[in-house]
């Protein structure tokens, strides 16, 4: 089992940036695939990134070139950096991580949720 708390959440003007942290608790925290995944307001949740066991990347459409996924094992940490936000990215982020094979886009495939960092864009 792992546990995840993310930080780094804030307010920020569009056009800013802001990097999001998702620390796991757990020594089996490199064997998880991990991801980013938003809940605008009234919203359903949706896939933002995802980072595999080797480092390769998966983005949504929406953040491709302007969000980065990255890991570091070694302190068991999962970062989105988010670069050119605009306010429809306004939305609590939650990190995750992957239990099931399956479409890395898809939120049941992942087992274990933090309890979210609200990030909110101001115009």
């Known amino acids: 089992q792992v546990q995840l708390v993310e930080s780094g959440g804030g307010l920020v003007q569009a056009g800013g940036s802001l990097r999001v942290s998702c620390a796991a608790s757990?020594?089996?925290?490199?064997?998880?695939?991990m991801g980013w995944f938003r809940q605008p307001p009234g919203k359903e949740r949706e896939f933002v990134a995802a980072?595999?066991?080797?480092?390769?990347?998966y983005y949504a459409d929406s953040v491709k070139g302007r969000f980065t996924i990255s890991r570091d094992n070694a302190n068991n940490t999962v970062y989105l950096q988010m670069n050119s936000l605009n306010v429809e990215d306004t939305a609590v982020y939650y990190c995750?991580?992957?239990?099931?094979?399956?479409?890395?886009?898809?939120?049941?495939?992942?087992?274990?949720w933090g309890q979210g960092t609200q990030v909110t864009v101001s115009s």
């Open positions: 980072i595999g066991l080797g480092g390769r990347t």
């Open positions: 757990g020594r089996t925290f490199s064997s998880y695939a």
């Open positions: 995750a991580a992957r239990t099931s094979y399956g479409d890395y886009i898809e939120a049941m495939n992942y087992a274990y």
